[in-house]
């Protein structure tokens, strides 16, 4: 249900990220909402598969050649010109943008236009923590663009910590959201399947890039499954070609056929995964808040993930799941091995608790409505 916002001329919103799929799966529904509240809404990603699903759902999209991780000087200038051309053909009047090449791109693209920006920063990016030219790039872009925006939102505070002591922006032009929010509607509770101590199947949601934990997580199954036979470990997620980041497939197969790991390859739905696990684990090495944690725990799953920035957010600890060590195998097993221990009972009432946790905190609706609010009040000013 939506919240009543004081009248406002209509405005032309640009809502961009680098990924069609992104827009498609965690903001479609911001977007849906801005429309009902008579803006034309312009979305903005690449050329994958998803843009033709938001056009189908009536949303005015355009496609951009964005590219994924990367950095060749060139094809990214390519880029930022065919957005910036965008946005000046569809007489934009706000950018609302997200993922790092979104924010920083949007940013470059609308220098000299009469628009404003909205940043959602959910982390720096690969190429800003990696040691390098890049980053060296990257830090300076930050600094000549984040400091123009109307209004950054960050997911966690460390991020938005970060961003005021570098100088990329005033902390009076910062707020938090809890992460993307989470649709209670969409993911709603589900009994866990595995009714015996022992027994538990453990999934772990993401893309299949080494930052996110994916060795750590198959190390740490390979060491409980002596131990455990009844325990199942499964992986979610669409493997991604990134030669330095990425998990190569040969390297995935020979987990597959180690018996080590289950992958179930990609999915546009994720629930019936999700109500067929016991538990969602996401070993990465940071993140901004985790969608996948934030729709387990609405699925009332336990969850486990490290104690790292935007990680822990999702998380209370002992309550709704269990926390380890970032790139800590070791530890990581040792709390898979905690929750193995635990009576069906004991798993089900940290599960409710998650949910009750994404009620109190996370729910996808004052995600929205925060973003209404600033768009009134930018329109006002």
Request: aromatic content about 8%.
């Amino acid at each position: 249900m939506r919240t009543s916002q004081p009248t406002l001329k209509p405005m032309r919103i640009a809502v961009v990220a680098n990924t069609s799929w992104y827009l498609h799966n965690f903001r479609r529904n911001l977007m849906h909402t801005l429309r009902l509240d008579g803006h034309h809404v312009i979305a903005i990603g690449d050329e994958g598969p998803f843009g033709r699903r938001l056009q189908e759902q009536g949303f005015d999209y355009h496609a951009v050649p964005f590219s994924g991780a990367g950095t060749k000087p060139w094809r990214e200038l390519a880029t930022v010109l065919a957005l910036r051309r965008v946005l000046r053909r569809e007489r934009v009047d706000l950018v609302l943008s997200y993922t790092p090449k979104g924010n920083l791109y949007a940013a470059l693209a609308g220098r000299g236009l009469a628009l404003a920006q909205v940043m959602n920063v959910s982390g720096l990016g690969r190429a800003a923590t990696s040691p390098g030219v890049a980053s060296r790039v990257v830090d300076r872009l930050y600094r000549h663009t984040v400091a123009r925006t109307a209004w950054v939102f960050f997911q966690n505070e460390d991020d938005r910590r970060l961003f005021v002591e570098r100088g990329y922006v005033p902390q009076h032009r910062t707020s938090r959201l809890p992460g993307s929010g989470v649709d209670l509607n969409a993911f709603s509770p589900a009994p866990l399947p595995s009714v015996e101590p022992g027994a538990c199947v453990f999934l772990m949601v993401a893309r299949l890039l080494w930052d996110k934990g994916v060795r750590e997580y198959v190390e740490a199954a390979r060491s409980l499954r002596a131990r455990w036979p009844r325990a199942r470990f499964q992986l979610l997620g669409p493997p991604d070609a990134s030669p330095r980041s990425g998990v190569p497939r040969e390297v995935l197969d020979g987990w597959v056929a180690e018996g080590v790991v289950e992958y179930l390859g990609e999915t546009d739905d994720i629930r019936p995964c999700l109500q067929a696990a016991d538990c969602i684990v996401l070993p990465s090495y940071r993140e901004g808040v985790p969608r996948s944690l934030l729709e387990a725990a609405a699925s009332a799953r336990p969850v486990i993930t490290t104690d790292a920035v935007g990680c822990r957010d999702a998380v209370d600890a002992g309550v709704t799941g269990l926390l380890c060590a970032p790139r800590d195998s070791a530890d990581l097993a040792r709390q898979m091995q905690t929750l193995l221990k635990m009576q069906p009972q004991e798993r089900s009432r940290m599960g409710l608790a998650g949910r009750q946790k994404m009620e109190q905190e996370f729910d996808e609706r004052f995600v929205i409505d925060t973003y209404r609010t600033q768009i009134a009040a930018l329109r006002r000013g």
